[in-house]
Every structure is written in C-alpha cells, then in structure tokens.
C-alpha cells in the first residue's frame, strides 16, 4: 500500500475535504487543548461523510492538521488493513492526496482507533485518536453540568468509586480498556478505548497525542512529554495484561496480541494486534510456533500481507 | 460556647414572588439537634436548602463555622469551599434514598465515596470503614457488595446515613429522615439516629412533619406557618404546652394509636 494514489486526488473537495475556516477553528481548539492537557475542549463538530463512532472527531483533527509533505498511517485495531483503517486512508488519499503507508517509523501522521503502536514514537510524529465518549466519569455521573465542575475543581473521588466497584466485585481492577488516567497531574481523562496495556506508553510520549470525539464534539491533548498517570489505589496498584505466549506468527514478547480462531473445531491461536510490527518481524526472520500453518490456511500470504 | 450554624433573617422568594420562607434566625450550637416542623407548604424544605447550601436565600445570612476558625457566610464561599463543606463537614439525608445513594454503586462504595472524595487511595482501609460504619447502622456485612436497589427502604436509609457519617461531619441535614418508612422500621431508625447523634456528638437540622419524630430527636423545636417561624422553644415545652394557635391546632391534630 505504499505506493502513492496521485491519479485519484478529487479535485471538487477542498484539500483534506474541510474547509479552510473549519481547519482553523480545529487548529485553535487543538492549541487550547494542548495549552491544558487532559482538559476537553468543545468544537464546532462538522458532519463528515460517515457515521458517527467510525472516527468523525479523528478523521476532522487529521484533516486539519495533513499537510502535502505529510506520510499517513491509519490503524484500527492496531491492524492496518481492517475495515475503517482501509476506508479512511482511502478517503485522505482521495481528498489530499498525501502519501500514505503501513509503516509506522515512515509515517508522520498515525490516526488510531483502539491501539497506540508497538513502536516507540518519536518527536516528529504525530498521534491522532479517534474518541466515542471523551468523559471519564459519564457512566457514574450522566449530568454534563455536574461532570465538567468535578473536572474544574479537581473533584475525582468518584472516579475511585468505579475502581472500588471493580475490586469489591471481582477481587482486582477488571477496566482492560479505557482505563482513565491523570494528566499532567491534574485532569482526569480517558485514554479512549485502548487496552490498558498501552497506558504506559502514552506517559512520556515524544509524539504529540491528540484525541477527538466527533459525537460529543470533543478535543483534548497530551503534549509531547507529559506525565500521565493510571488511576490505581496503594494497595492494588494498575497493571497491565501479561500474554503467556508469544505472537503465534512472529514469536514477539511483551506485545498486546489478539486472540485469532481459526476454524470451527475451537483452534486459535495469538498473534500481534499491531499488523505492521508484526509484519516487520516476520521479515526480519522471526517466526512463531505457528507461522508455517498460519500460511497453510493463507492466513499470511507469502510477501507478508495479512 | 461558639454557635455551629447561625441563620440570620433568612428568606427566600421563588421566580414571580411566590414566598418560600421569610424572616427565620436563629444559631445552632455544636452538638444539638434542631427540628422544624410545620405542614406541607410552610417553608420548611425550602429553608432546609438555604441552610444547607443547596439554595442561595435572596434575604439574610446563613453563616457557618468554617474549619472551627468563627463563622463564615456561607454564600460568600467559593463554589469549591462549599462543595468541600458539603461533602466532608455537612451532610444531607434525603427523604427518598434515591437522591442521596448511587444507586448503581454498591453500598461499600457508596460509604466510601466521601473517604475516596477527599483523597483516601488505600482500598483495604476504606473497605474496612465501609464495613464498620455499615455494621454500625446494622447492616449485616454480607450485603457490603449489595446494590442499594435489592435493599428494603430502611435498609437505604440507613445506607444513606452511614455514607454520611463516614466523613464525620459536624452537622447534618434530615429532610423527612422517616417518610414512607413503615412505624416499626421508623422506630427503630430513629432510636439508631438518636444513638449515633448522642455519641458521635454531631449537630442535625431535622426538618419533619411528624411530631413524634422531633419529639424523639430533637432539643429545640421551631414550628413554621406560612414561611415564617411562628413559635420557637425547648421540644417538650412546645409540643406539651403550645402558646401559638397554630402550634397548638398542630399538636391537637395528632391521631392517638
């Protein structure tokens, strides 16, 4: 998918499909937010070509910030080749006519749905999530007037009561996604859906995250290097999921794998969530107890496309 | 002695002038417990909000002592302070648990919310005072993990209260703390509430209607009539000797059993 899509770029949309006003009002939205990490800043939300909950707010931040010398990745899932990572490439393509790639060290823009990369980002990137519910706290506390005056006055005992909940129902923090964090020390956030897993990554990060939620018409930031913290109590402190075997196909360790069937009678096997982490291993040699009947059943076929 | 709470011609009137309580003074001293009773309509929930911080009173001063360090009006408080007050010196027991519980949240969560609220990050000893304080309102520990919704409604009451006392105010609100219980279950809330004041030390606001219930809890009474205060006095003297026609129709119109 690395070769370039010039001969498609529709020339009736402005570039990156926005227009330029609208651009603007992203781009100072997102400045507020990243002036105040963690804190979501409302948006005049534009209707896109899609439905909500495929990655609106995502896909009105990326086309705000792509520029013509941008290289695109988009991942959902982790996986660069599933459904909604396919047909929002397609779309920038088709609208600006950037570069695009799989690969996550050549892209400058990665917009994700669900996952941060296996690969360490580096400060000339930028990460963009896509958000279905940006409040933290909605499932405890419905009324927005009340949720955005815990949020001013740092007023977060409520979101220990969800993790009290967890643990005196089920002897241990069973949130695996959408674990909130503290930002900066101060506001409380949800990480969008990712696993619990990539929490850590995300504090530290060089790359500037940003994240949008079309419906609620929501943005907020963590800048480059920020602190972020997994909420947790003394005595239960946050851990993320341990996989006991390595990726089935690329024998990776320390990597958030997906559970993968494989037939009928109850086969399966784990393999990579990240499609081009574990793409790029294979390539480099590296193969799991299943690689060989992974390509048996055309699971991965010879170049190493999924 | 330094008064707790002090009103001082509070009054409130709703959009387009209708009066909800008008001219009510009066201090409140550390340790005792003050009823308001008065029929439907007479200004008593409507004076419970001014004093409670729930409602701004557009007459008059509600002050309140602050951290021990003298009175404070309570309005001139930033919005933070007063909510800070709210939820660790003050607490509020509604008539219906439903307002005052998290309903989804297990009522061990919902006593410790208030110890999680001003910074409690230790699971074990939260719990362990979820439990006691449950135990103390005789809930039996089983049910720690329970939703508050499996509970009877006195059962939700007494939830309720525990996740009050747990932050160990200084003064509580009561709006109605036995409306809709049945008599038997009312008797014995009252007797646990009337324990819980005398030990704990902890002064209450009890606003009611039924006369037995201030009788029981109550040091000093104020019988309100039409927003305004029409007699004030010790519980007992009020309710044997009545001097305000109004007071002594209401004590002649109790049903004797």
């Known amino acids: 998918m690395n070769s370039q899509a010039f001969h498609s770029v529709d020339g009736t949309y402005n570039f990156a499909y926005l227009d330029e006003q609208t651009k603007r009002m992203i781009r100072r939205t997102l400045l507020k937010a990243i002036a105040v990490p963690g804190y979501q800043v409302p948006f005049g939300g534009r209707e896109m070509p899609m439905a909500y909950g495929w990655g609106t707010g995502g896909i009105q931040i990326t086309a705000s910030i792509i520029g013509k010398d941008d290289t695109l990745k988009v991942i959902d899932q982790g996986a660069d080749d599933t459904t909604n990572a396919v047909s929002i490439r397609r779309f920038f393509q088709r609208v600006s006519g950037v570069k695009t790639t799989e690969e996550t060290q050549k892209a400058t823009l990665i917009q994700t749905r669900h996952r941060i990369p296996e690969k360490q980002l580096t400060e000339n990137q930028i990460l963009v999530y896509q958000v279905p519910q940006p409040e933290p706290l909605w499932k405890l506390e419905p009324r927005e007037v009340e949720t955005r005056k815990l949020h001013a006055y740092s007023e977060y005992g409520l979101m220990h009561v969800k993790l009290y909940e967890d643990i005196s129902r089920h002897g241990e923090i069973i949130t695996t996604y959408d674990y909130p964090v503290e930002v900066n020390a101060r506001h409380i956030m949800s990480p969008s859906p990712i696993p619990k897993f990539d929490n850590p990554k995300m504090a530290m990060m060089p790359a500037l995250q940003l994240f949008g939620a079309g419906r609620e018409k929501r943005i907020y930031a963590i800048p480059p290097y920020t602190r972020v913290r997994s909420l947790d109590f003394d005595d239960h402190p946050f851990e993320i999921q341990r996989f006991e075997d390595p990726c089935a196909l690329c024998g990776a360790e320390g990597v958030f794998l997906d559970e993968v069937i494989l037939d009928d009678k109850g086969d399966h096997m784990f393999v990579c969530s990240d499609s081009d982490h574990c793409r790029e291993r294979r390539a480099a040699g590296h193969a799991g107890h299943r690689a060989s009947d992974a390509a048996s059943i055309g699971f991965v076929s010879s170049e190493g496309e999924a | ?257």
């Not at chain 2, 006593?111 to 719990?127: F, S, T, W």
């Not at chain 2, 509580?172 to 809330?189: H, K, Y």
Request: net charge neutral.
């Open chain 2, 1 to 257: 002695m330094k008064a707790l709470l002090e009103a001082e011609s509070v009054g409130h009137s709703y959009p387009g002038g209708q009066l909800g309580c008008e001219d009510v003074s009066f201090r409140l001293y550390p340790g005792e417990v003050l009823g308001v009773v008065g029929e439907s309509g007479s200004g008593k929930s409507t004076l419970l909000g001014c004093l409670s911080g729930m409602l701004e009173p557009s007459n008059g001063i509600v002050r309140f002592d602050v951290g021990g360090q003298g009175l404070r009006d309570v309005f001139s408080l930033s919005e933070p302070e007063r909510r800070l007050l709210m939820r660790t010196d003050w607490g509020i027991v509604r008539q219906n648990p439903r307002d005052g519980l998290r309903m989804n949240v297990s009522a061990g969560g919902n006593v410790g919310e208030r110890l999680m609220a001003v910074g409690a990050r230790n699971y074990g000893n939260i719990r362990n005072e979820a439990l006691d304080w449950l135990t103390r309102v005789e809930i039996p520990s089983s049910r720690v993990d329970d939703l508050p919704r499996t509970f009877s409604g006195g059962m939700q009451q007494r939830v309720q209260i525990a996740r009050i006392l747990v932050s160990k105010p200084r003064l509580i609100f009561m709006d109605e703390p036995t409306g809709g219980l049945d008599v038997s279950v009312q008797a014995r809330l009252l007797d646990l509430l009337r324990g819980l004041v005398r030990d704990l030390g902890v002064a209450a606001v009890v606003v009611t209607h039924d006369l037995a219930v201030v009788r029981l809890l109550s040091d000093r009474l104020m019988v309100m009539r039409q927003g305004r205060v029409v007699e004030t006095g010790l519980t007992d003297q009020v309710l044997d000797d009545p001097q305000h026609p109004y007071s002594q129709l209401l004590v002649s119109s109790v049903l004797q059993a």
